[in-house]
């Protein structure tokens, strides 16, 4: 159990900082906005305290730290994705992985943003209240396959 949390811990957080260099590379590369973590703690606060859904988060009740928050959280839900991916793998994948199963377990993530975290932030299923709703499906798409792929450079490394 030990090495499961351990490896959960160190690929998660090596995949989870691959897709946040992909956002400065796509911040820099092509001016899109950079990350803002502070409404995604502000959820997470609200979630803390049983509401998942809301109108719009920029007008849901503020927290203290709600940046960091989103930070912790961000890293955290990616060391949990690492730990699914550990638990739905043979035995065999943390000491030889394979590109597949990272790459299957990164683009099944995106569901999590679309059908969960969207809306519960008030943008719709998908994004699909907002203006460029298929902007942001394709750089979700996109920033999950570079997850996906930095399981597998972080499995690489740590096995």
């Given at each position: 159990?030990?090495?499961f ?26 001016g ?21 859904f ?37 035995s ?10 990272a ?11 679309w ?42 490394l740590?096995?």
């Open positions: 159990m030990t090495e949390l351990y490896r959960s811990l160190l690929i998660g957080i090596g995949a989870t900082a691959i897709f946040d260099l992909w956002g400065l590379f796509l911040k820099h590369a092509f899109l906005p950079g990350a803002n973590w502070a409404p995604v703690g502000r959820w997470f606060g609200h979630l803390a305290g049983g509401t998942v809301h109108e719009d988060i920029a007008k849901a009740r503020p927290f203290a730290y709600e940046r960091a928050m989103g930070w912790i959280g961000h890293y955290a839900v990616g060391v949990l994705f690492a730990a699914i991916l550990l638990a739905v793998t043979s065999d994948w943390p000491r030889q992985p394979t590109l597949m199963p790459l299957l377990v990164g683009l099944v993530t995106v569901g999590a943003g059908f969960l975290l969207q809306p519960g932030m008030g943008a719709g299923v998908a994004a699909s209240k907002r203006p460029n709703a298929n902007q942001i499906r394709a750089l979700n798409i996109a920033g999950h396959v570079v997850f996906g792929l930095g399981l597998y450079a972080s499995a690489l740590v096995r």
